[in-house]
């Protein structure tokens, strides 16, 4: 079965053909990276523009690498939400209109979704109940997975994504976006335990993730320190990389000892991390000291897959697919859309806890 994936949430139009839901015949990727560059993020009007005239292009790009034609596709699926609401439209249009004129079914994806099967790919089977930790520009969740297409929120964060974090600290220090591949690169030769930055404490005792304080506590020691921002073209001074590994092992720090918690309270099988943020090297050797010491595998996306792609939601359009879901032509973007279909992941663990007789 050929499905053709399509994402258009953000600030990348991707299109990508799967076959049975784990091998990526094509996937193609068009950044918009330089066009935000200069505003130091996403200009979402531009961002909307520019997928309106990639998208075409990029999804018979991504038919001729992987030497079909559109005849040849059995299905569409398509990210719905959460997002940008006019790229997230021209992808939705785009593929309402083909799955339309092919007359084939059409499947809306959680991006979100999306993220947790990008790392189907080049790993063994998942062991349920699964734990997947989600960190992007827009996102960082912990779910709890009990089993395929089932997703229970166990920490959100109550304010900025971890990416966002990198992103708006990048911009604090001097340095180019998005951040957080500058920042990894300028932590490597910083010394991470320079800064001792506060954990964020979440009052009414929920497992939840708090970026924006730690984005303060940086702002305020350039502030306190005189450090001045990275001159364009100038290496960054020791004082610039010390905060920089600082901050890094303290977003890593705040997301791994909450990681670690669940997946030891809700006896979680394998660790997923996937979004963005998984491409950075400290955060995946943090996760894989968890699974070391929980003895349970952690699986991540390869690095094109962490950031935004078109292969994932065709995984996860397949997989939806297979269960006899589809969409109707009625189908509409949906700019918060949640990931979210079990109650409580108390009532949901004993019952796995039968089913798997752990
Ligand atoms: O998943 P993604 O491409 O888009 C969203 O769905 O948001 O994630 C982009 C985010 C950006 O905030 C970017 O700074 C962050 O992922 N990111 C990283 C790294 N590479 C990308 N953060 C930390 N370290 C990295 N190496
Ligand atoms: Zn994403």
Known sequence: ???????????????????????????????????????????????SREHLEKIEPVVREALQQASIGFNDLDGIAVTRGPGLIGSLLVGVCYAKALAFGLNIPLIGVNHIEGHVFSVIFENPEIQFPALALIVSGGHTNLFFVPEPGQYKVVSR?????????????????????????????????????????????????????????????????????????VIPGEDPSSDLRDLAASFQASVVDALIRTTEKQAIELGARTLIVAGGVASNNALREACSSIGNRLQIPVYFPSRHLSTDNAAMIGAAGYFHLQRGESADLRMTADVGMRLQNLDSPDAELKRQKVRYRL
């Open 157 to 229: 964060t109550r304010d900025d994504a971890a990416g966002e974090a990198f992103d708006k600290v990048a911009k604090m220090l001097g340095l180019e976006y998005p951040g957080g591949p500058v920042i990894e690169q300028i932590a490597r030769s910083g010394d991470p335990k320079k800064i001792k930055f506060t954990r964020a404490k979440i009052s009414d005792g929920r497992p939840d993730f708090s970026f924006s304080g730690l984005k303060t506590a940086v702002s305020k020691h350039l502030r306190e320190n005189s450090i001045a921002p």
């Open 1 to 47: 079965m050929l499905v053709l994936g399509i994402e258009s949430s953000c600030d990348e139009t991707a299109a990508a053909v799967i076959k049975d839901g784990r091998e990526i015949l094509s996937s193609i990727i068009s950044s918009q990276i330089d066009l935000h560059k200069p505003f130091g993020g996403v200009v979402p009007e531009l961002a």
